[in-house]
């Protein structure tokens, strides 16, 4: 297994109930370093620009709305397998289907409000990475 690292952000639904630092909590305890961290409120250029993937997708203007509506908490975790690591911690993106014991099942309030995002792929995560840090944020 490789070092790896992944974005992780933790979403309005999530910092407005207060629940930054039980979810930051899920990451350490798993293994997974914070190397990178910052409090932001995201524009709508900010939303759609990272989400541009979803564009077509029916959920879209909802999801920029959403991400836009408060606070979020933008992250690298690094560490062994940390792309895979970290959606295990995270679990399914419908919280209906997410496995006890992960935070989507024990936070999120919808498939929408679901707490977190995590990067799908190494590739996709350096990608996320620098959308989000500038080389000088990271500090392993
Ligand atoms: P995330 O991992 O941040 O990536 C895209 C997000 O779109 C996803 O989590 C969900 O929060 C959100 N979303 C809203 N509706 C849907 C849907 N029907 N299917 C997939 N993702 C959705």
Redo the contacts with the bound molecule.
Sequence with gaps: MATERTLS?I?PDATRRNLTGKIISRFETNGLRIVAQKRVKWSKADAEAF?AV?RE????N??VA??TSGPIVLQVLEGEDAVAKNREI?GA??PKEAASGTIRADFAE?????S???S?SVENAANEIAQCFGKDELVG
């Design positions: 952000i979403k989400y979803h997708r029916p959920f879209f909802d999801l959403f991400m995270m993106t419908n919808s498939i929408e409000a679901n977190v995002h995590g799908d």
